[in-house]
């Protein structure tokens, strides 16, 4: 059975700071994926990572991918408060129908 | 979200009631799903279909049926429903092409109340 899992669940932090959200998968996948909720909303996607090494960046937001390690990380540089969200990775295989296995979220909190 | 529509975005239910939740998609996306998303849990796949006429269960799908009679609707029924489903429910579409390496699009979603 393949379970993600995030940490940290939830995290507060300063406008400006630096950090890294961590993402543990628990069986061989193909393909990673980030995406951001707004709370009320839905979801958005922000990266999708296919291989070992892989490194995508949109902005503040960072995200990273090693498969032997089967760990992803998403570093949030120079935090802003319109970061603030919910932030989930999410796994699935090719060949499998892209069945998605979400981990439970990190809620990030900028405060000013 | 621009492609994929849930209706309704809010409804209240009694024990034991039955309901469509509806999902279309303009975007002529084979595969479509649904996941349930509640507090502490992340988002949970129920059923899933990769074509018209193709269905095929998730991780969660006892409750639930759907069906795929057109490549745009994606409706799921609960047939009888129970305190246990009230949850937020999403819909989501993908482009299996290119390798299958995109992302799935979600809907607004629709938040279900069971009383």
């Known amino acids: 059975e393949l379970k993600v899992e995030q940490n940290p669940l939830f995290l507060s932090m300063q406008e400006g700071k630096n950090y890294t959200i961590y993402c543990n998968y628990s069986?061989?996948?193909?393909?990673l994926y980030w995406y951001r909720q707004d709370p009320g909303k839905s979801l958005e996607s922000l990266f999708v990572?296919?291989?070992?090494?892989a490194v995508k960046q949109e902005g503040r937001l960072m995200a990273s991918l090693d498969t032997k390690a089967r760990l992803s990380t998403l570093h949030i540089t120079a935090a802003v408060h319109d970061l603030s969200a919910t932030y989930f990775c999410?796994?699935?295989?090719?060949?499998?129908?892209?069945?998605?296995?979400f981990g439970t979220g990190t809620r990030l909190q900028v405060t000013l | 979200n621009a492609g994929v529509t849930q209706t309704p975005k809010f409804q209240v239910l009694k024990t034991g009631q039955s309901m469509t939740l509806q999902c279309a998609q303009d975007?002529?996306?084979?595969?479509m799903s649904w996941y349930r998303q509640d507090p502490g849990m992340g988002l949970r796949l129920i059923h899933y279909?990769?074509?018209?006429?193709?269905?095929d269960q998730g991780e969660v799908p006892n409750g639930y049926n759907v069906s795929r009679s057109t490549t745009e609707d994606f409706p799921l029924r609960l047939l009888s429903a129970a305190p246990s489903q009230t949850s937020v429910y999403f819909c989501?579409?993908?482009?299996?092409?290119?390798?299958?390496?995109?992302?799935?699009?979600f809907g607004d979603g629709t938040r279900l109340s069971i009383l």
């Open positions: 999410a796994v699935d295989r090719a060949g499998t129908a892209s069945k998605l296995t």
């Open positions: 279909s990769v074509g018209a006429g193709i269905t």
């Open positions: 069986t061989t996948s193909d393909r």
């Open positions: 989501a579409t993908k482009n299996t092409g290119h390798g299958g390496n995109q992302p799935q699009h």
């Open positions: 975007m002529n996306h084979e595969y």
């Open positions: 990572l296919l291989s070992n090494g």
